[in-house]
């Protein structure tokens, strides 16, 4: 459990420990610590949300508790009345986008979008995934700072080789009958088209963003279509099944 967690049950009331008297020398009734702790997980809501927007605006490494602690509009000792330190919140947030990037891409990768053909498909897996990154820019910066604390390293190292694995298998699917050593190659080539064109369209916005990312698709295609498009000979017959021109 984080550090960030640990404090909740604090931040709560603001004194962890001790119980508030009822008069009869028991404690008081669960409505008013369920109200306390309710405006603790907005307050930390809204932390998070100004942690995100200042590591965005000057870094995870220039940010500062100051900084997050006036971008959410509250004095540096409410901050640490919730986290101890910078670190606390980088992982809290961290652990929140790397559980909702999970989702996302756990529904990108439906088994439905295999039975279409490739353009199709790369619209169907790509667009979420580029649409989270894209509103959801802080999980850009602390997936790839350099200074960014070891455990979200940690998991999303662990979380990329399960996305890897995840196109492997799906490229197993059409390309059954390439070694395997070749399948990994070609999974993490087709991995690493997606992660360089996803640098490009994350420094762009607007009309130009919209571009790289037509030109990303354009270079998986071009890629993977020798492989598996409709005319390849390697697709395997049973993945022609219910694909359409």
Same mark, same amino acid.
């Given at each position: 459990?984080?550090?960030?967690?640990?404090?909740?049950?604090? +931040?709560?009331?603001?004194? *962890?420990?001790?119980?508030? %008297?009822?008069?009869?020398? #028991? &404690?008081?009734?669960?409505?008013? @610590?369920?109200?306390?702790?309710?405006?603790?997980?907005?307050?930390?809501?809204?932390?998070?949300?100004?942690?995100?927007?200042?590591?965005?605006?000057?870094?995870?490494? +220039?940010?500062?508790?100051? *900084?997050?602690?006036?971008? %959410?509009?509250?004095?540096? #000792? &409410?901050?640490?009345?919730?986290? @101890?330190?910078?670190?606390?919140?980088?992982?809290?947030?961290?652990?929140?986008?790397?559980?909702?990037?999970?989702?996302?891409?756990?529904?990108?990768?439906?088994?439905?979008?295999?039975?279409?053909?490739?353009?199709?498909?790369?619209?169907?897996?790509?667009?979420?995934?580029?649409?989270?990154?894209?509103?959801?820019?802080?999980?850009?910066?602390?997936?790839?700072?350099?200074?960014?604390?070891?455990?979200?390293?940690?998991?999303?190292?662990?979380?990329?080789?399960?996305?890897?694995?995840?196109?492997?298998?799906?490229?197993?699917?059409?390309?059954?009958?390439?070694?395997?050593?070749?399948?990994?190659?070609?999974?993490?080539?087709?991995?690493?088209?997606?992660?360089?064109?996803?640098?490009?369209?994350?420094?762009?916005?607007?009309?130009?963003?919209?571009?790289?990312?037509?030109?990303?698709?354009?270079?998986?295609?071009?890629?993977?279509?020798?492989?598996?498009?409709?005319?390849?000979?390697?697709?395997?017959?049973?993945?022609?099944?219910?694909?359409?021109?």
């Amino acid at each position: 459990m984080s550090e960030a967690k640990a404090k909740r049950g604090a +931040a709560g009331d603001g004194a *962890a420990g001790k119980p508030a %008297a009822d008069g009869t020398g #028991g &404690t008081a009734g669960t409505a008013r @610590p369920r109200r306390r702790q309710a405006r603790g997980e907005a307050r930390i809501a809204q932390l998070l949300q100004a942690a995100a927007s200042v590591f965005c605006t000057s870094g995870y490494t +220039a940010s500062s508790t100051n *900084a997050i602690a006036r971008e %959410a509009g509250v004095s540096p #000792g &409410t901050l640490y009345q919730f986290f @101890p330190n910078k670190e606390a919140i980088a992982v809290e947030l961290g652990d929140q986008l790397l559980h909702r990037w999970r989702d996302t891409y756990g529904a990108a990768f439906d088994q439905t979008h295999l039975q279409l053909p490739l353009d199709r498909m790369l619209d169907a897996i790509l667009d979420p995934l580029i649409a989270f990154n894209c509103e959801n820019p802080a999980f850009f910066v602390l997936m790839h700072g350099s200074e960014i604390p070891g455990r979200i390293t940690e998991e999303h190292d662990t979380l990329h080789i399960a996305m890897l694995s995840r196109v492997e298998g799906i490229l197993a699917d059409y390309l059954p009958d390439i070694p395997a050593t070749q399948l990994h190659r070609v999974a993490e080539m087709a991995f690493m088209v997606f992660k360089a064109g996803l640098d490009l369209v994350m420094a762009h916005e607007g009309e130009e963003r919209e571009a790289y990312i037509r030109e990303m698709k354009a270079a998986m295609y071009r890629y993977l279509d020798p492989l598996i498009g409709d005319d390849s000979p390697h697709l395997a017959p049973h993945a022609r099944v219910g694909r359409t021109p």
